[in-house]
């Protein structure tokens, strides 16, 4: 009989969505607290995963505040970058695109080019150890307004190293998309790749401010698409990917459980939907975690997760050749998986 788990866990994946801060271990938590010489909430990693417990969208926010203005020290970046990468590495991802949010810790006095020089050592012996890839998206933190959006632009052209494109998170409900045009459109002129988290915790209109206004070639979350056909019906025409991460969208109360996520739906619709883990030490999970849900609670296939792995690569930021590239050597592997397994 194959082992289905098993297989899953081999396959090949690709991460589009993922918070280096989130992906901070709680031993690293309690570690940044030690060096940075504070009075630690915590004392132990029992008292750091109770803390990751959310009530709501809201509360997980206030949460994740909390953690990022832990970090203070620019260096403490590398760590935990190698340690995110080591994680998605032993689920077989070979590609991610991580998110920085520069400005929340440039705020709490941190600087911007030695953060990303930190997150890049990081990046670099991750490449050497596990042979896995990165590039970098920066979060404008929706909740900070345009006119930092703007700054955030200034310090990405001074020092771009492998940012390959910008992204709005935060309070989705107190912040919509629409006064962030400007932002978007001189992203754009440089050369940048437009994603924005939308649909999460705000509904539909959404999703299609941040298609109209933003211009985004994929969309963070996007499960409240589910309440309006036309929207999904675009989405598909359009060919925007949904980066959608269920077991997030479970622990900050946005579904009330994995059956009734809408990502089957969308992928049968022909939705270009790729699975992420978001936050995967805050939510306690990792790519084969998503991967295994999926099968277990959604009925996906084996050949149906394989492909959100191609969705995943096919509309990552990397450059073409490269993509095709990757995209052959999946497939190659693939095949020479099924063929292991059965
Ligand atoms: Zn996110």
Sequence with gaps: MVDVEALIRALPK????IHIVGSTRAETLLW?????GSKSPFETVEDVRRFFQYRDFPHFINVYMKV???????SQFERITYEMLEDDARCNVRYVEASFSAP???REGLDYGLMLDAINRGVSHAHRDFGIQCNLRVDLVRNYGPNVGMQVLDWIENKSDNIVSIDIGG??????PKPFAPVYQKAKEVGLH???????????ESIWDAINYLNVERIGHGVTARQDPKLIAYLRKRDIAVEMCPTSNLRTGVITSLQNHPIKTFF???VKVTVNTDDPSMFNTDMNNEYLQLHQQLNFTVSELFELTLNALDSSFL?????????ESFMKEYRRLIDDFS
Aim: hydrophobic share 30%.
């Design 268 to 270: 049968d619709k022909g």
């Design 171 to 176: 309070s989705e409900e107190k912040f919509p």
């Design 194 to 204: 437009l994603v924005a988290h939308a649909g999460e915790a705000a509904g539909p």
């Design 319 to 327: 450059p073409e050749t490269q993509k095709l590239q990757m995209h």
């Design 104 to 106: 929340d810790h440039v």
């Design 14 to 17: 690709v991460e589009q969505h």
């Design 32 to 36: 940044i607290l030690e060096e940075g």
């Design 68 to 74: 990022f203005r832990c970090i203070t020290r620019e």
